[in-house]
């Protein structure tokens, strides 16, 4: 079985169809990317992943786990073991960032039965995890996101995964908006998560981040629809040809 | 007024006064009063005013967003003696933990076999007003009645007239008091609507610093009733000040309190008013900033759901060169409840380099929720620095869905938006046990209005 299996995902948004037929089946221990233009539809499959409710599913079917992740609410899908790093990670002010940590992962722990952590046994965790990301601690007493750099946003999505430890996580556009010192480190973090149970999906428009995450397989996404599928070659030539060829071939397909 | 409206409201307007005339004649043959002739004059002029008034109604200015109908078609009457007195075990849950004492006062009046008196420093006393008025009346006299505008609000003058008990406490020269003094308020049951006029006395003597809680509550059946309170704070010199004011009565009961804040030279004072109960809730909050160099900070959250009125009506006087004000104050707002927020600035004349700030942000958790915000600043000195802003919003649909995909349920995703929207207000309370008791509070309120929220947002 799968870890992920898209069937012949349809998806509008009000009258406008985005997702026209998604198939993709992503196995424990692989990494796959997600390659494709701007309005390709690549962030609303992150966000449809993530059982965000503003879209509207007119066909097909996701099973995570062999379970029917459509029929999931955003935090049973959390529970479940999904993650998304958003590409614009939300400023939620009032809530220091340690608590959101930990408020996250006990309703996690508690959706498996297991006993909540409290924060005495959580700060160790956490300052491992920090180190890795080469974070500043004093972020985690600042509030979630508030005023946070673009390349420390980044990073605390990271931070979050390493908390949270998903068995799917998917990064969408991780590499925007990082230098490329940012960039390494998140790859780093990221890299370090890579295990035979875990699978992830790098959701991303360039190659760049591709030379530090190196995929399984790259799928290319255009006009809503999975046009070419590859191995970490495709990206490359990609990079080389541009989306325009593909973008033809999409459409004489 | 009166003769503004209709001849049916006349008649119900006119019962009103004669039902509070009855009570009045009944409290003037009370035997304190004809002893005190300085007093009886206090109550005098105070019932007088209101007879002249009446209560307010939506033509005047200050009260355009609260319709008092209710409260003046109510038959109220005054509680007599012969109630049930709550025992120790039904107030336990109200208590405030580390405080240095605790009055309680049921339907007005005191009640000593369930206050807790403590063990108070010298120079520091903790009494009723009554007991005070007895005793040595010439220590309230300096003050009582002296500072409360009974020409500017009605329910102060009928306060006024109906003073007979309340808190006396005074805080000695140099006093540090590090545990707050909780006044405990409690309207309790009594098969028909009554009414109770608080009246407290603070006086706090120069260089002194203490904390002083007053929490309104209700035991019993949920049954009309009024609490129409007010407290004179006189913050000497260098006095560092703070004072607390929780409402949460249940959904039948009107409050209308007024706080008037005395401020001498170079006093920090601190009001913090917390409202999440009451059905009709008028909070007026009237600092006078009288001697140079003084600071205010009014800070407010209220949290309102089903039909809850709360008003906010804030005078902040600047009397004197150098002082600072801070206004903030944050409202939550679910179902049809309606909050108003009223902050008006004057500064008068000589008040120059005065330094006011006003900020009030609100919160509606549904389509009927309203909010009134209305800064209103009187400047009448040249060389003077005000702000005011407001801003009205929802919960952020964004927030919602990034702290769901962490794994957080909605409900509690919905607490934790409201808690960080309600911590702002409690970051400026100083730490200690007064601002623990309101944390504690609002924690249990927010996870109420946050169900609450839910459950109404779900398609039927």
Redesign the interface.
Known sequence: MSLLEIKNLKVRVEDREILKGINLKLDAGEVHSIMGPNGSGKSTLAQVLARRETYQITRGEVLFNGKDLLAMKPEEAACEGLFLAFQYPVEIPGISNAYFLRSALNAIRKYHGQEEVDAMDFLPKLREKIKLLEMDEKLLNRSVNEAFSGGEKKRNEILQMAVLEPTLAILDETDSGLDIDALKIVAKGVNAMRSPERAILVVTHYQRLLDYIVPDRVHVLVDGRIVRSGGPELALQLEEQGYATMESAARGA | MIRQMGNNKVATATQAIQNYAESFSGLEKNAASRELPWLRKIRQDGFGRFGETGFPTLRDEDWRFTNLSAIAQTPFRLVHNGHRLPSQSDIEPYRVAGAACELVFVDGRFAPEISYLGELPARVKVANLAEELARDPGAVEAHLGRYLDIRRDPFSALNTAFIEDGAYIHIGKGIVLEAPIHLLFISAAHGAPTVNHPRNLIVAEENSQATFIEDYISLGRREKALCNTATELIAGDHSVISHYMIEREHEQAFNVSTLRIQQGRSADVASHSVLVGGAVVRNNVHPVLAGEGGECLINGLFVGSGRQHLDNYMLVEHASPHCGSRQFYNGILDGHAHGVFHGRIIVHKDAQKTDAKQTNRNLLLSDTAQIDTKPQLEIYADDVRCTHGATIGQI?E??L??????????A??RR??L???A??CLDRMKEGPARAHVESLIHRDMGRVAHASLREGQPA
């Open positions: 952020e964004n927030s869905f990034y702290l769901r995909s962490r794994g957080i349920d909605e509690s995703a934790l938006l808690m960080a929207f911590s702002e």
